[in-house]
């Protein structure tokens, strides 16, 4: 298995120049469809930001970066897993497996397709093969329930007026060719056969081409079958702009965001159906934050407003400049009480408890105190993922403010974010290592 942060491997059947053009094409889309939070923030310079960032390559070699995901192509899958896992000797990928869909299953900006009965599932020895499954197994069950229909413009030529009459149309093909009695009309029935289901059926054709178990394709074939009635063509990203989902339908909003991914990743061939190239490639400083916060608004929602990547204030005011973004911030329902909260996906291996910083970098350090300073809030929670399953013990700074007697409290507080068990512990573990640290 890889890991974030890797040493050099060789390439060996892949091709680093295909590979490296279907990486820019996927950093491409990438930029504009789902990491805006994060490149907000990226410090990389400007010329850098537009070469990707997936892969280091070093002649026939490459290296790992800060993404956890897969890229498939030609037949080829490179895997790359999160790096709190890599000193687990006897860990499994069945159980890192379980662990990152259950961290996407409350990922809301990531918007993964999810149900939630469905997460003990562990036949897929792969994450592009468990993805799929999911995949499907979420629109299958969509499709079966909530059969999507929506009023869809055609434009024809029909005996009597319906809708509007294309007047234009009309002079064209009905007056001067003689066809008097062929009225080219406008009208917006009511079909199944639309847009967005016919993208659908297209994506499960593509993917069927890539999975491999049974299970999967079973589940893949079961949703052509209902989509039966509807026109088998392909199709691209751009038909998906044309879709507009009605407030009934919102169960069907991550089926469309995925089925845009799919197709935005897709390297055509002359065959439509050729086996499919495409990545999932995630910053895994994103992936921490956004579950943090999911995760947080479930179970302390009703105690807590959750406000994830709040940016409403500056540093400064004279000029407007220096905008602060906090990953979560808290305002307690009754009191009022603010608490700003950092994720930080920076394992402190080997913590040495005698270290007055307790692994805490300078600048995070400084940028915590400016944002507390600003905001008017004494209490600041700087969040670590755990490197083993004993936790490090929380510990809080006090930072006399200079100006009063008032303090700031930055409390460092390593939580539960994977064991050697199963994701289910951590969810108990890790609401009640919150619990605490938010002294609920």
């Given at each position: 298995m890889l890991f974030e942060y890797s040493t050099y491997y060789p390439l060996d059947k892949l091709n680093r120049k295909k590979l490296e053009s279907f990486l820019q094409q996927v950093w491409k889309e990438r930029y504009i469809a789902y990491a805006e939070e994060f490149l907000e923030e990226d410090t990389t310079p400007e010329e850098e930001k537009r070469y990707q960032p997936f892969l280091k390559f070093d002649g026939d070699?490459?290296?790992?970066?800060?993404?956890?995901?897969?890229?498939?192509?030609?037949?080829?899958?490179?895997e790359i897993y999160p790096k709190v896992f890599k000193r687990e000797q006897d860990i499994t990928k069945a159980l890192i497996l379980d662990h990152i869909f259950y961290w996407f299953s409350y990922c809301s900006k990531l918007h993964f397709p999810i149900l939630e009965a469905s997460l003990d599932k562990r036949e897929a020895d792969s994450l592009p093969e468990l993805l799929i499954w999911h995949f499907a197994n979420y629109t299958a069950e969509v499709i079966a329930s909530q059969p999507y229909s929506q009023y869809q413009e055609v434009a024809e030529a029909l005996y009597s007026p319906k809708g509007r009459i294309d007047f234009s149309a009309y002079i064209r093909n009905g007056l001067t060719t003689g066809n008097y009695h062929h009225i080219d009309c406008v009208h917006e029935p009511f079909l199944y056969d639309n847009t967005?289901?016919?993208?659908?059926?297209?994506?499960?054709?593509?993917?069927?081409?890539?999975?491999?178990?049974?299970?999967?394709?079973?589940?893949?074939?079961?949703?052509?079958?209902?989509?039966?009635?509807?026109?088998?063509?392909?199709?691209?990203?751009?038909?998906?702009?044309?879709?507009?989902?009605?407030?009934?339908?919102?169960?069907?909003?991550?089926?469309?965001?995925?089925?845009?991914?799919?197709?935005?990743?897709?390297?055509?061939s002359s065959n439509t159906y050729d086996k499919l190239q495409w990545a999932l490639l995630l910053p895994m400083e994103y992936v921490f934050e956004d579950f943090?916060?999911?995760?947080?608004?479930?179970?302390?929602?009703?105690?807590?407003?959750?406000?994830?990547?709040?940016?409403?204030?500056?540093?400064?005011?004279?000029?407007?400049?220096?905008?602060?973004?906090?990953?979560?911030?808290?305002?307690?329902?009754?009191?009022?009480?603010?608490?700003?909260?950092?994720?930080?996906y920076k394992p402190r291996w080997d913590l040495n408890q005698a270290d007055v910083k307790q692994g805490v970098a300078q600048p995070d350090m400084y940028q915590m105190v400016s944002y507390a300073y600003r905001r008017g809030c004494n209490n600041v929670i700087l969040l670590y993922p755990n490197t083993s399953e004993e936790l490090a013990s929380d510990y809080t700074f006090s930072i006399p403010s200079g100006l009063g007697d008032s303090s700031i409290n930055i409390t460092v507080c390593e939580v539960p974010f994977w064991n050697a068990v199963t994701h289910k512990k951590v969810e108990e573990d890790l609401k009640i290592s919150l619990a605490n640290v938010l002294e609920c």
């Amino acid at each position: 298995m890889l890991f974030e942060y890797s040493t050099y491997y060789p390439l060996d059947k892949l091709n680093r120049k295909k590979l490296e053009s279907f990486l820019q094409q996927v950093w491409k889309e990438r930029y504009i469809a789902y990491a805006e939070e994060f490149l907000e923030e990226d410090t990389t310079p400007e010329e850098e930001k537009r070469y990707q960032p997936f892969l280091k390559f070093d002649g026939d070699t490459f290296r790992t970066q800060n993404f956890i995901g897969f890229i498939q192509q030609d037949g080829e899958a490179l895997e790359i897993y999160p790096k709190v896992f890599k000193r687990e000797q006897d860990i499994t990928k069945a159980l890192i497996l379980d662990h990152i869909f259950y961290w996407f299953s409350y990922c809301s900006k990531l918007h993964f397709p999810i149900l939630e009965a469905s997460l003990d599932k562990r036949e897929a020895d792969s994450l592009p093969e468990l993805l799929i499954w999911h995949f499907a197994n979420y629109t299958a069950e969509v499709i079966a329930s909530q059969p999507y229909s929506q009023y869809q413009e055609v434009a024809e030529a029909l005996y009597s007026p319906k809708g509007r009459i294309d007047f234009s149309a009309y002079i064209r093909n009905g007056l001067t060719t003689g066809n008097y009695h062929h009225i080219d009309c406008v009208h917006e029935p009511f079909l199944y056969d639309n847009t967005l289901n016919r993208v659908i059926k297209y994506v499960c054709r593509l993917l069927q081409s890539s999975a491999t178990l049974s299970s999967t394709q079973a589940l893949l074939q079961q949703i052509t079958f209902q989509l039966d009635e509807v026109e088998d063509i392909p199709c691209s990203a751009s038909d998906l702009d044309t879709v507009t989902l009605n407030p009934l339908f919102t169960a069907y909003a991550p089926i469309v965001e995925w089925c845009r991914r799919i197709l935005n990743q897709q390297l055509y061939s002359s065959n439509t159906y050729d086996k499919l190239q495409w990545a999932l490639l995630l910053p895994m400083e994103y992936v921490f934050e956004d579950f943090m916060a999911g995760f947080i608004r479930k179970h302390f929602g009703n105690i807590y407003k959750v406000h994830s990547q709040k940016s409403d204030l500056y540093l400064s005011v004279h000029p407007k400049a220096f905008q602060m973004q906090h990953d979560i911030f808290l305002e307690h329902r009754e009191t009022g009480e603010k608490i700003i909260i950092d994720t930080k996906y920076k394992p402190r291996w080997d913590l040495n408890q005698a270290d007055v910083k307790q692994g805490v970098a300078q600048p995070d350090m400084y940028q915590m105190v400016s944002y507390a300073y600003r905001r008017g809030c004494n209490n600041v929670i700087l969040l670590y993922p755990n490197t083993s399953e004993e936790l490090a013990s929380d510990y809080t700074f006090s930072i006399p403010s200079g100006l009063g007697d008032s303090s700031i409290n930055i409390t460092v507080c390593e939580v539960p974010f994977w064991n050697a068990v199963t994701h289910k512990k951590v969810e108990e573990d890790l609401k009640i290592s919150l619990a605490n640290v938010l002294e609920c």
